[in-house]
């Protein structure tokens, strides 16, 4: 059951994502807009035509049984009716006339909206759709990245910690004593997306995890000592991927003129930063450094062990949301909702440790496990039928949320999950000690 929430809160959040969405549009022509035809991305004119569709036809139209706002928003904004190859070419609302509908489907569901406590189908339909709308702008902000575009200006939108600037050097592996977990979520949690039902008790034996994801500066390590030439390192679907593309190095850097490193952060190459995590790397480069090193990807299991298990007074562990414990995200804890543009050291944000000293569970990059996509025992679709069953089976769980993601949705139960071979997400990771 999802908990009430107030009708203000959910304004702020409709309101807070909105202005991101229409932040990521500043500073792009309409060539821009449309973009490339790649697998990988959505016009973006199309996209924040998605978006706001999705808001009306799921509370508005499904729910409260309004009239369509658009003559053909139906045939050009459903992503599940419309395939992803003809987007590029259907005819879409200009910008004017799309801005115009995104206001006036803002503008209805705020007006139902008149105070007090929102229902619990309203505090659960208003903020789905609304995380929904934030993950399109994490996509949007991805997209800015693969295309090289200027950097976004994201503007605050509501009281943050920034974070202490002053970090210390980490490094190492915690010993994390296992347990038993409750894996997942629990019908009486606050907010719960389909793929995190239900939880159910499991037996993480004890383990030993990187205190930090893996830098720059070690995975320039790996590159050097032929990482990527050497076969061995490399699953048969990753030997697949790193032959088609050519792949030598992350997909976003380049030899400077000295024989050391450059990266590219949306349209400025800049020296590397070791002491950064290595982003833009997709699970067969991560699980080939992980051979090369000697180590492994956590597990799904151990990953929300490490992320959720907090020791209580009696010896026993507590369960909590975050790795710290139940307090929420501030900008002194992680690495999250963009405002920061990019990634931190893996030094910073101290605050945000677990029990034994692993940082930047939550934020900075998301952070990809061994394990692939599947339901948990008792899973059964949501509203939106089709967020979590159609890529059970061929992606893999990613974990954590990066910098880009909106900290109002994201915990350490939350499961991200891209194709094995995607590198344009915010996305890196974290090793373990072989067993």
Known sequence: MTAQVSTTHLTNILSSARQRTLELLDGLNGEQLVGPKQPILNPMIWEIGHVAWFHEFFILRQEYGNAPLLDRGDLLYDSIAVAHDTR????????????????RVFDQL????????????????????????????????WARQTLAYPTPNFKDDGPRVSRDPISGE????????????????????AFVFDNEKWA???QVFPFKMAKVPVTCGQFAEFVEDGGYETDGLWTEDGLRWRREIGAKFPVYWKRDAAGGWKVRSFDIWDDIDLDKPVVHVNWHEANAFCKWAGRRLPTEAEWEFAATMCPGRDGTFVKSEYPWGNSPITGLRANTDGFELGCAAVSDYSAGDNAWGCRQLIGNVWEWTADTFNPFDGFSPDDYK????????????LRGGSWATRSRYIDAKYRNYFGPQRSDIFCGFRTCAND
Do not use: N
Request: charged share 30%; hydrophobic share 35%; net charge negative.
């Open 110 to 141: 705020v007006d139902r909206l008149d105070g007090g406590l929102a229902s619990e189908r309203d505090s659960y339909l208003y903020q789905f759709t609304t995380f929904h709308e934030d993950m399109h702008d994490e996509a949007f902000t």
């Open 170 to 189: 980490i490094s190492g592996d915690a010993c994390i004593p296992g347990g038993a977990l409750r894996m997942g979520s629990e019908p009486t949690d």
């Open 386 to 397: 089709e967020y979590s069953k159609p890529l059970f089976g061929t992606t893999k769980v």
């Open 200 to 202: 159910r008790e499991i």
């Open 88 to 103: 590029w070419d259907l005819p879409v609302y200009p910008l004017v006339e799309m801005k115009d509908y995104m206001t």
